[in-house]
């Protein structure tokens, strides 16, 4: 079956780097988007970039730009997600979903990672 | 770019309909068909309910429902049920290639 796991919880000092793996399976890879969406305590999903599974190609939302990494590697079929300079208010589930029509951004995700507590803590 | 504009709660009785709205612009909603609504219960991982505005996944109940008219979409349940109780996001494309999601309706089911 369809299935993204993630990496597990991270603990992090402020100013500090995470870097959340996203390991897919049961489908071909290379040929979906996968999104990155967060969310912080109390809040809303908040949705910060995708990336091709094909070329590797990104685009993050402004929030996010100049402090996110998103990269894959298609020869183990993962997703990656790095945030630099981390602040309290990174404090979050952080979770890879994968798009559901192939080669397409529809923002229909249709299988979610099962999310990864990055805390942000001094 | 703000985040498309959700109640921030709705409730209901067993048996009855409720409606969700999601309001955005015509640089979003209002310009495509890709709005998708999901359900999320705490602890868990958000699923998808409808997707391209009023298309449902096979394994979801017929009792969800999607419709969108100019700038602002719906997404309605009939005949809650006490497992219908959740918080529920919608999203949307945009004219930008970005992606926006609403900023969340938790449901009551009374």
């Known amino acids: 079956q369809v299935q993204l796991v993630q990496s597990g919880a991270e603990v992090k000092r402020p100013g500090a780097s995470v870097k959340v793996s996203c390991k897919a399976s049961?489908?071909?890879?290379?040929?979906?988007?996968i999104n990155w969406v967060r969310q912080a305590p109390g809040q809303g999903l908040e949705w910060m970039g995708w990336i091709s599974g094909y070329n590797g190609n990104t685009k993050y939302a402004q929030k996010f730009q100049g402090r996110v990494t998103m990269t894959i590697d298609t020869s183990t079929s993962t997703a990656y997600m790095e945030l630099r300079s981390l602040k309290s208010d990174d404090t979050a589930v952080y979770h890879c979903?994968?798009?559901?029509?192939?080669?397409?951004?529809?923002?229909?995700?249709?299988?979610w990672g099962q999310g990864t507590l990055v805390t942000v803590s001094s | 770019q703000s985040a498309l504009t959700q109640p921030a709660s709705v409730s209901g009785s067993p048996g009855q309909s409720i409606t969700i709205s999601c309001t955005g612009t015509?640089?979003?909603?209002?310009?495509?068909?890709?709005v998708s609504w999901y359900q999320h219960h705490p602890g868990k991982a958000p699923k998808l309910v409808i997707f391209d505005v009023s298309n449902r996944p096979s394994e979801v109940s017929y009792r969800f429902s999607g419709s969108k008219s100019g700038s602002t979409a719906s997404l309605t349940i009939s005949g809650l049920q006490t497992e219908d109780e959740a918080d529920y996001y919608c999203?949307?494309?945009?004219?930008?290639?970005?992606?926006?999601f609403g900023g969340g309706t938790h449901l009551t089911v009374l």
């Open positions: 049961g489908y071909t890879f290379n040929s979906y988007f």
């Open positions: 979903a994968k798009e559901r029509v192939s080669f397409t951004i529809t923002a229909g995700f249709d299988t």
């Open positions: 015509p640089r979003d909603v209002g310009g495509y068909n890709y």
């Open positions: 999203n949307s494309y945009t004219t930008s290639g970005t992606v926006i």
